[in-house]
């Protein structure tokens, strides 16, 4: 299993979309409390996790954080919950755990199964900045 350092959590990521990519980067810039580390679904961290716990990733292919201790979040929960621990005001957007899962995960897939098409795709997964190296996992 992974050993992340003390109350850090992973943010698995789809390392060829371009809507992933944007929002790896504004998690970074909001990330005040440096809570996150970044690692692409095609990693080897990536295939690691997605190994244990045994995802399929024909259903979930865009977005996973795992916490330790505590496991995976994927789709719209993992969203909302990385946007509570950014902090006021990205955190107001948890009142959206109100809707229940299957209605969330629905506009999510959507959005994951379209992504492509609407923001394109790179041929290889994002390279950090050396500013940003210490952020990823490899």
């Known amino acids: 299993m992974i050993d992340l350092p003390k109350h850090k959590k992973l943010i698995l990521f789809d390392g060829v979309c371009n809507l992933c990519n944007t929002s790896v980067q504004y998690v970074i810039k909001h990330d005040k409390k440096d809570v996150f580390l970044f690692s692409a679904l095609q990693s080897e961290y990536g295939q690691q996790l997605i190994e244990s716990y045994k995802i399929d990733t024909n259903k979930v292919d865009s977005i996973l954080l795992y916490t330790p201790g505590k496991g995976i979040d994927y789709k719209s929960t993992a969203a909302l919950k990385i946007a509570y621990n950014l902090g006021f ?50």
């Open 89 to 138: 005001p990205q955190s107001l957007m948890t009142v959206f755990f109100i809707i229940p899962p299957f209605i969330r995960n629905w506009v999510y897939d959507y959005i994951a199964k379209n992504r492509y098409k609407w923001y394109g795709k790179k041929d290889a997964c994002m390279i950090p900045t050396p500013e940003l190296k210490s952020k990823f996992l490899d």
